[in-house]
């Protein structure tokens, strides 16, 4: 039953992209791990951590597009979700450091040796368990969005007002996490980290795993938001978006269906977040940049928004540009990402993906009307012939 | 002819008298001086005391010397040298004259001893020699010392002073350097009450802690009057507390509203989302920063005009650019507002980068001039000319694009294509060069912000970034579309800042303001003063 519903659920393009991020998922561990470094088709294993950032980059623009494309909320606080996300696994990762770090308090991280503190915070309590701070990964960015969002629908705050203040939201974090006595690092934020689940967090099977896992997380978050926007639920969503006053007219509460989608959206960023954490080795108060936040909508918009898998397609792009452009010519990145932004919204609304497909419907259309056109030939060709 | 003759002997004769005097004089000076090696430190109170009667400007370098401990008395004849260097050989100099007086060998000369009390009686002796002083500026510092440091042996000292003194600024303070000192005095209850009253009207924060140390030793029946004093000088510091914070907020809130009123028109008005804003007023500054470079190279004379002619370049360039922008991209866009939020967002990466490529990552020298430096005092306050400028800009600003709005052609064909713009364009208006140019004078008011802002912050490619945040609160806090609405937005804003940093400090401050205005949107999603109307499904 639930393959049934899995199987209506998607369409053929989504269990191509899911396939491809499973195969994914098993080749570039094994090419790491099995290959030997002067093998050609060997992985380095900073690769591999970098593709692993990139598979979460494209979570994070995921999550943007199930309230953007969608619901027609542009968030510009997603990289707020992300980040929280990514400090509550810091948090995790600075406990199993232990009485490793320079201080070799058992207890306490160094930041707050270094700040003279005496015991640990209450809102560090609980999180050298690994499920609490899975549990909090999801739950915390979950339910700042719940509460954001719902003081937000219900008084019906909704097109740039929203955006504007959703990036007041993330500055006013920005600022609250550069403070020292926030308990979280202030500038530095949390880094050094040794292991996660017992595991080396530098080793090769490690970085494989964590890549692994990115992938398998992000196939299964393309799952289910592609089962969310193709359910009963996903069509009212798109309602809202294109006319938000007659849906609610029609008697749905369009604000329980933004906060739905919008709290989910905040948990998937949260996750990916935390996936990223691990990869990149530091979290710091710099993620929550509205700079950042700005760019995962460029990603969204690149990729096609409205699309499940532009979004995933156009965060690889724009990250693997940057990638190689800041290596090359550094100064030109910004001309490059800006121009991006310009003529993304002025030439390529759709995006990358929306685009493509376009082509392919208008050309599947095309065939369509062509044979139809024959047929009716062929059919009227007896006539013609009586 | 024999008239002027007798004027010329005359004044021979006053001429040579008063040299005569003078040589007297400085007879009597160098007597007294030389009393000083004779004496002993016991006596030496007395001996300095005699000195500073005298009166004699000449006096001071001679009581410096002595509290630095450099003068000497050769032993042949007891006479006292001021003695430059030291050595083998000391040089000598005659401290009254300042003459050269030759050099002695070390084992001729003995130091004229001092300690800790006669360098009290030197410090307090000078205090009061420079009261006498001819300078103002002199007298003024010394009263100011006075009243810092009082000293109740100095008492008469000022009160011979204030007797002669006309200029006023120094009279206030020396008045209050009598009424501190004659606390710390052994004279009647009777004066020390008027003292306390003086002090309780005056402006000091010595007044204060001369009040609060004299409180414990203090007689019963002063006693309560101290305590009153003491609560009226609370008082009065806690209203000019406000009043700073009121000051420096107003002047918070000139930047924000500088900063803002330029989206007020592009995002208020014509409802773009114009992100590359903050880069428009960082454009302006760096136009004021290429004026200056200008200025300085080749007319060095107009410095003080750089603002001046910074202001209308700034406008034509930012203007200019955001022309570009409008006819380039924004135009497409129109009806599409969350599109050109991200095409704005990278045309201010670009010019961002631009700038950095240009003139570097590195903060760039703006200076002030010399009509914005420095300050003045008005009550309690310290009110900083570049400050008080920076908010009377903002406010002409202000003032003129209210005018612009209202009363000219062009501000009426604007409203009118943004109140209706099909039927504004059925009238014959030109909708599209009023929406570039709406756009252009938004832009150009950003730029002229940037050549007030110049002033004030680092001129950096970055610069932009820091305000775009905060104009867009402002405009969103005020209203959308009502110019007023930002005036009020961004002073409130402002204040409000600035009366939660004593509590909160600057961060945390800022983080609440946000928090306060991101729960107002919920209760006003239109802003304070919203336009009237219904609402559009948008």
Redesign the interface.
Known sequence: MILSFLMKSLDRSIVLVVAILLGLAVLVPALNLLTSPDHPLHVPTYLVSLFGKYLTYALLALALDLVWGFCGI?SLGHAAFFALGGYAMGMYLMRQIGARGSYGNPLLPDFMVFLNWKELPWFWQGFDMFWFAALMVVLVPGLLALV?GW??F????????L???T???T??LL??F??NDMGFGGNNGLTDFKDILGFNIQADGTRASLFAASALILALCLILTSAIVRSKYGKVLVAVRD???RTRFLGYRVEHIKLFAFTVSAMMAGIAGALYVPQVGIINPGEFE??NS?EV??WT?VGGRGTLIGPIVGAILVNGGKSIFTAAFP??W??A??????L???FL?KGVVGTVGAYFSRRRAGRKARADEASDNLAAEPMAAE | MYRTLQILFVALCLLISGHVVGLRAAEDLAALVDQLGAAKLSEMDDRIAALAKTGDPKVIPVLEALGEGELYQRKSDGKVFLVKSGGADLELVDPVTGADAGAAPKAALQKIKVNNAVRRAVRSALGGLTLFSDDAGARLKAAQSMLQAPNADALDAIETALASERDTTVRQVLDEARAVTLLLSDRSDDEKRRAITLLAEGSGRTGLAVLTSTLASADASLKADIEAAIDRIEQREAFWNAGQNVWYGMSLGSVLLLAAIGLAITFGVMGI?N?AHGEMVMLGAYTTFLVQEVIRSSYPGLFDWSLAIALPLAFLVTGFVGLVIERG?IR??YGR???????T??????L???V??IFGPTNREVGNPSWMSGAFEFGGLTITWNRLWIIVFALAVFAALLFLLKKTSMGLRMRAVTQNRRMASSMGIRTPWVDALTFALGSGIAGIAGVALSQIDNVSPNLG?GYI?DS??VV?FGGVGNLWGTLVGAFSLGILNKFLEPYAGA??G??LV??L???F???K?RGLFALKGRAV??
């Open positions: 542009l954001f003081f937000a219900r008084s019906r705050v909704n097109g740039v007002y955006s504007i203040i990036q007041a939201m500055y006013a600022l609250a550069f403070r006319a938000e006053s509205p700079g700005i909508v460029i918009a100064e030109f910004l001309f990402l800006g121009g991006l932004f310009v993304v919204t002025l609304p | 989302i992100m991209v497409f866009l507002p969350l599109e050109t939020l991200l095409a967002w990278g045309i201010s990466l670009i961002q980068q631009a950095r490529s970034q945040i867009f609160m969103v961060v945390l800022k983080i946000l928090v205005i991101i729960l949107i919920q209760k999603p499904d948008a």
